[in-house]
């Protein structure tokens, strides 16, 4: 089955520095890369997503590259704001099942 | 639109007890999915369906059971409780398979 490796596992930044995770997936037939937002105590909630024909999509503040020679897929968020803090996940899915990572907790310093 | 609800919050039970977790979605989701998430293992994929009457297998099914009668609703079943079952429990729903998941808000679920 698919395996994705997510890293760090925390992130701490100064507010207004940007940020990246990195992950990485095993199965080629992905073809379809989300990433969530979960806040305490909330379910996670999309907020960027990238199909395997697109090698990079940018909303606003947020953008995520892919490379799928490589396997691998990262989240950029320019400018951080205190609002960021939270755990991200990200997820490659084939066929009818989405596999996660184990998320990375950024924290945003003011 | 309510989006994906869940019952109950909050639940502990014993070791060997029974007890059903619910799902709602009013959305016309075709999929729906459940999720366990464990503090640094993320998600888990329990179960999942692509339409009523239609179930399948996630990553870890053991010591749980689904059924989709409905487009709405996707309960979780969990028959006789173990403390490896101790978990935070997500239900989400999708309108196609390559289509953002919208979630719950969660169950915490104990068991002692």
């Known amino acids: 089955g698919e395996n994705v490796e997510q890293h760090p596992s925390t992130l701490s930044v100064q507010e207004g520095d940007s940020a990246v995770i990195k992950c990485t997936y095993s199965?080629?037939?992905?073809?379809?890369f989300p990433w969530y937002k979960q806040e305490l105590g909330k379910g996670p909630q999309l907020i960027i997503d990238?199909?395997?024909?697109?090698g990079e999509k940018k909303d606003q503040r947020i953008a995520v590259t892919l490379n799928k020679t490589a396997k691998h897929f990262s989240l950029h968020i320019t400018e951080t704001q205190p609002e960021d803090s939270a755990v991200y996940f990200c997820?490659?899915?084939?066929?009818?099942?989405?596999?996660f990572g184990i998320g990375t907790k950024l924290q945003v310093i003011p | 639109n309510a989006g994906v609800t869940q019952t109950p919050k909050f639940r502990i039970l014993k070791i060997g007890q029974s007890m059903t977790l619910q799902c709602t979605q009013d959305?016309?989701?075709?999929?729906m999915y459940w999720y366990r998430q464990d503090p640094g293992m993320g998600l888990k994929l329990i179960y999942y369906?692509?339409?009523?009457?239609?179930?399948d297998k996630g990553e870890v099914p053991n010591g749980y059971n689904v059924s989709r009668s409905t487009t709405e609703d996707f309960p979780l079943r969990l028959e006789l409780a173990a403390p490896s079952q101790t978990s935070v429990y997500f239900c989400?729903?999708?309108?196609?398979?390559?289509?953002?998941?919208?979630f719950g808000p969660g169950t915490r679920l104990t068991v002692t």
């Open positions: 989400a729903s999708s309108r196609k398979a390559l289509d953002e998941q919208y």
């Open positions: 199965d080629s037939a992905s073809n379809y």
């Open positions: 990238i199909r395997s024909n697109v």
């Open positions: 997820a490659a899915r084939a066929s009818q099942k989405v596999t």
């Open positions: 959305m016309n989701h075709n999929y």
């Open positions: 369906s692509v339409g009523a009457g239609i179930t």
